[in-house]
């Protein structure tokens, strides 16, 4: 499998399903992908025995005779060693990229990379021990349902859900397209049965609304497969509704598909611009640049970063800046530098292994350092990046700033 990722997965909120507390900032998408649990942080540094090889059968072997537990499964042990090999991997301390994929997180982040999940379309998330809708999808089941964001889910097919683990929430909410659900939602002092039929779900992982007479706003989840299409249709909306100029929020992107992150930036570019460099072990650096006619190449633009702008997000923050595209506001990103790969191990399990570095339009490498903002503004709780329901408040200062320097450029 050679799908190129370019993301720290537990960034995303979409990936917080598996969480019965999500290690991340935001909800969870009842059908996509689940983050894989954190693992212990990575010591590329530390010593490695002499004649290991021989000394790993060997403590195979004093197990396997001296163990006090006879009936320790082998496959088990196999297992973690593998997951220790990778952990030895030079990767970031705070998400891991070099990681082992059971069968269910493999089929979950293929699923997320072609932007559909099968199931009712919502994004949910525990407060106080109670699981709430944080989003509803449009064109799925829930919405033609009428279910709102707000809404509590108490029952699943009957059995009440508090206390469960969120990822036990999720596998019951997924299922075969065609396949009946039962939920008992409440909503205020309603409470009713809510009967829907699974079907296939396209992941948002663009969303947009009017926040000025003449400013758009739109954030971006994570590069899909189909996020290229979700932005150009975002963008000629807002336009429809009056935009003039856009503020693209990128504070909470992970990243994504690199080519999806690639074809984004390059509608905001002129053609031939440097995106990124990408090399691989013994491979020569490949160059990306725009191609064609940069649809969005003259809308005025304001970019927010923060320490969750990652990978791909990177990418395009650094272009913008790169070549004087857009004014960065915010706070320096997250500082990732190595593109990931899946392989197969031929038993229904995986491994996400970096196979590639990259550099981006500045040609400074970002481990470490990130892309740094024009306007420097203090960080904020993700909680408070919620601006589709009204205009930018105090709380979020940067989305403020970048309001008011869009309309101060447009006089």
């Not at 190129?4 to 290690?23: H, M």
């Not at 659900?181 to 947009?208: C, P």
């Not at 892309?371 to 403020?400: G, N």
Request: glycine share 10%; net charge negative; aromatic share 4%.
């Amino acid at each position: 499998m050679t799908l190129a990722l370019i993301a720290c997965d537990p960034a995303t909120d979409d990936a917080a399903a598996a969480a019965e507390e999500a290690p991340v900032e935001g909800p969870a998408l009842a059908e996509a992908p689940a983050a894989t649990p954190a693992k212990a942080p990575a010591k590329p540094g530390a010593e490695a025995m002499p004649d290991a090889e021989k000394a790993f059968a060997k403590a195979r072997t004093l197990i396997a005779e001296h163990y006090v537990d006879a009936a320790i499964d082998p496959g088990a042990l196999y297992t973690g060693a593998v997951e220790g090999m990778l952990a030895r991997l030079g990767q970031p301390t705070t998400y891991p990229i070099n990681e082992l994929l059971a069968p269910r997180e493999l089929a979950e982040l293929l699923h997320g990379t072609g932007g559909t999940v099968v199931g009712v379309g919502v994004m949910i998330e525990q407060v106080a021990g109670v699981l709430v809708i944080r989003e509803v999808i449009a064109g799925g089941p829930a919405a033609t349902a009428g279910l709102q964001r707000g809404d509590r889910i108490l029952e699943i097919d009957g059995a009440k859900i508090k206390g469960k683990p969120m990822v036990e929430i999720v596998d019951q909410i997924r299922g075969p397209a065609g396949t009946a659900i039962d939920l008992f939602v409440q909503r205020d002092t309603e409470e009713w049965h809510e009967k829907l039929v699974r079907q296939t779900v396209a992941i948002q992982n663009v969303e947009s609304k009017l926040i000025g007479d003449k400013v758009g706003y739109l954030r971006l989840r994570g590069f899909a497969e189909t996020t290229p299409a979700e932005f150009d249709a975002a963008v000629a909306a807002l336009q429809t509704q009056g935009a003039e100029s856009l503020v693209l929020d990128l504070r909470a992107c992970p990243g994504g598909v690199l080519d999806a992150a690639i074809e984004v930036t390059g509608s905001l570019l002129r053609d031939g611009q440097a995106i990124v460099t990408t090399t691989g072990r013994d491979e020569p650096g490949k160059t990306a640049a725009a191609k064609g006619d940069g649809r969005w190449k003259d809308l005025p633009l304001a970019a927010l970063i923060g320490p969750e702008t990652a990978s791909g997000a990177e990418i395009l923050a650094d272009a913008l800046a790169t070549h004087k595209r857009a004014t960065l506001i915010g706070a320096p990103t997250f500082g990732k530098g190595t593109v990931e790969s899946i392989h197969e191990l031929g038993n229904g399990w995986a491994i996400k292994l970096s196979t590639g570095r990259f550099v981006g339009a500045g040609g400074e490498p970002l481990p470490g350092r990130g892309v740094k903002p024009h306007l420097p503004v203090p960080v904020v709780a993700e909680a408070q990046l919620d601006p589709l329901d009204a205009v930018p408040s105090e709380a979020d200062a940067a989305l403020a700033v970048a309001k008011t320097w869009l309309e101060d450029q447009a006089k």
